[in-house]
């Protein structure tokens, strides 16, 4: 029998585009979960430093792999969050804002970076309030998303788009176990976005349904295991290799999901773009 199916054309997902990225990682050489900042810290739970570091090391080849460039910051003793280093500010250019840590045991990373950029060349620019980097500032084409609620402070936002001059548009997070943007929401491309809706207000909502109506809404078990803590190259996503209904809909939408497991690190409460600084042309 001939069903409506067979005869009528399927639509092709959207063809994407790889563009080459230049990312900065710092190695979990001191990763330990010594204190409770998040909800999905434990310091009751056992940490294999070595299986830390060995699951960063594929993920930093698995950028490689895909022919970008990845600049190492060096760790320091005492620190054992650095490795997040998406926390450590945002690069746009040649200029880069430096992190302002919410927590007191963080707060020394934002020299260990601030150092590290103006190693580069880069001209450093500060807030008087708190900013968390890209943990919860997130470029998407001209403009920037910001997230507020738990850590960096909303009043950021206006400092940050006034460093930059990019527009910021201001989400509030209102679940604690995505205290960050980049736990709730992955920038695949410069139109294209993926979220969990439940981490945001409904005002939040609204907002990007407007911008982006298109936006792909991951189900409750991949945001979970921090499956929207992703990388994306435009075509290419790595993400968490455990958030397989959400790599379903990549693919659907015309990504090539790459899955790479960092469930040592997510005990610290991070994953892929945790760990993963965007230098910003």
């Known amino acids: 029998m001939t069903t409506l199916h067979d005869v009528m054309p399927t639509s092709a997902p959207t063809p994407r585009h790889a563009t080459t990225r230049r990312y900065a990682m710092t190695e979990p050489r001191y990763f330990a979960v010594e204190?409770?900042?998040?909800?999905?810290?434990d310091t009751s739970t056992p940490v294999d430093p070595q299986r830390a570091v060995d699951q960063w090391e594929s993920l930093r080849r698995t950028y490689l792999d895909l022919g970008h460039t990845v600049d190492l910051v060096a760790p320091r003793p005492g620190l054992p969050d650095m490795v997040y280093a998406a926390n450590g500010g945002i690069v746009v250019g040649d200029t880069a804002v430096v992190a302002r840590f919410a927590y007191p045991q963080r707060a020394p990373e934002a020299d260990a970076y601030a150092d590290w950029m103006a190693g580069r060349g880069l001209t450093l620019a500060h807030t008087a309030h708190v900013n968390e980097g890209q943990g919860d500032l997130l470029i998407v084409g001209s403009m920037m998303l910001?997230?507020?609620?738990?850590?960096?402070?909303?009043?950021?936002?206006?400092?940050?788009?006034?460093?930059?001059?990019r527009p910021v548009v201001s989400l509030e997070l209102v679940d604690p176990r995505f205290y960050h943007l980049d736990t709730a929401l992955a920038v695949l491309d410069d139109t294209t976005i993926a979220y969990y809706p439940p981490a945001f207000t409904d005002a939040g909502r609204t907002r990007i349904a407007e911008l982006f109506p298109d936006a792909i809404e991951v189900a409750d078990a991949d945001a979970h295991v921090l499956g929207l803590n992703v990388v994306s190259d435009g075509r290419h996503v790595v993400m968490p290799a455990a958030a397989t209904g959400f790599a379903a809909q990549l693919h659907d939408a015309g990504f090539e999901p790459i899955g790479v497991d960092l469930t040592e690190l997510l005990k610290g409460g991070g994953s892929v773009k945790c760990c993963t600084l965007e230098l910003h042309p």
Not at 148 to 156: D, I, K, L, Q, V
């Open 146 to 165: 910001a997230g507020w609620g738990f850590r960096t402070e909303r009043e950021a936002h206006d400092e940050i788009a006034a460093i930059t001059g």
């Open 35 to 41: 204190y409770a900042i998040n909800p999905w810290m």
